[in-house]
């Protein structure tokens, strides 16, 4: 029974899950997206978050802390050069776990953990002065009022296609 259990223990004694997750975490610091089990992604996530939390202040004490985790000069070099600066003023959540399908020799739960910040694919920024989308609720209306209009526009609609045929004759 679990009766309060933190952390799923994957398994696993304690320096082997260390280990893991600090493979794991220096990984997804590295690639920015992994795919693993549903499992180790979940407890990924409450491995790296704090880390990358951590990562927010640029000290020579907070990078020591880093890599007394992380083990790995390569992934400090990373966290701190582009990570750190796309999530500076995220106030948490710095990773998404996706599901995917099952593994097929296994059949175990898979999902894909990504930093937030560097999927292009959600985090469209909009364009200032760009118009928000409409809702259904208007469209709705527009479609009733250009029903009524189409019935009085038809007459004149020779006259547009004299002007159209102009230009293209020059």
């Known amino acids: 029974m679990r009766h309060g259990a933190k952390i799923n223990h994957l398994g696993r004694k304690t320096p082997h899950r260390k280990a893991l997750l600090r493979n794991l975490a220096c990984q997804l610091i590295q690639h920015k997206r992994i795919v693993t089990t549903l499992a180790k992604a979940k407890a990924l996530r409450i491995f790296v978050e704090p880390l990358?939390?951590?990562?927010k202040e640029?000290?020579?004490?907070?990078?020591?802390?880093?890599?007394?985790?992380?083990?790995?000069?390569?992934?400090?070099?990373?966290?701190?050069?582009?990570v750190s600066?796309?999530?500076?003023?995220?106030?948490?959540?710095y990773c998404r776990i996706i599901k995917l399908d099952r593994r097929i020799g296994d059949a175990?739960?898979?999902?894909?953990?990504e930093l937030v910040d560097f999927n292009e694919i959600y985090n469209v920024k909009t364009v200032v002065g760009e118009e928000k989308k409409k809702t259904r609720r208007g469209r709705a209306k527009k479609v009733a009022d250009t029903v009524?209009?189409?019935?009085?526009?038809?007459?004149?609609?020779?006259?547009?296609?004299?002007?159209?045929?102009t230009p293209s004759a020059e």
Request: proline share 6%; hydrophobic share 40%; charged share 30%.
């Open 85 to 93: 600066t796309k999530i500076a003023d995220r106030p948490g959540g």
């Open 52 to 55: 990358l939390t951590k990562s």
């Open 58 to 82: 640029d000290t020579t004490h907070q990078r020591r802390v880093l890599f007394s985790y992380l083990q790995d000069k390569e992934a400090i070099k990373e966290l701190y050069a582009t």
């Open 108 to 113: 175990a739960d898979m999902a894909m953990i």
């Open 148 to 165: 009524a209009p189409v019935a009085e526009v038809a007459p004149e609609a020779p006259a547009t296609e004299a002007s159209e045929e």
